[in-house]
């Protein structure tokens, strides 16, 4: 995953999350989770890292503005 950088943080209300689970549904069930809670960047792409364990995915939050509830 590309690093995270301070454009990505700028305000205190953003938020990223590295979601790491045992397979994709997981990790998917999990973003859409949060994206009934608070405005996120939506479902992404999970992947697998060579040599790691589970799927990865990450996803942007403003956490002051609920999501699709």
Known sequence: M???DEQHIAETV???LDIT?????TV?????ALEERWAT?????AHRAPGAPG???RVYADILHPGRQ
């Open 41 to 45: 960047s939506g479902i992404s792409l």
């Open 21 to 25: 689970g045992g397979d994709e549904e």
């Open 2 to 4: 590309k690093p995270i």
């Open 28 to 32: 998917r069930a999990v973003m859409a």
């Open 55 to 57: 799927v990865r995915a």
């Open 14 to 16: 953003l938020v990223v």
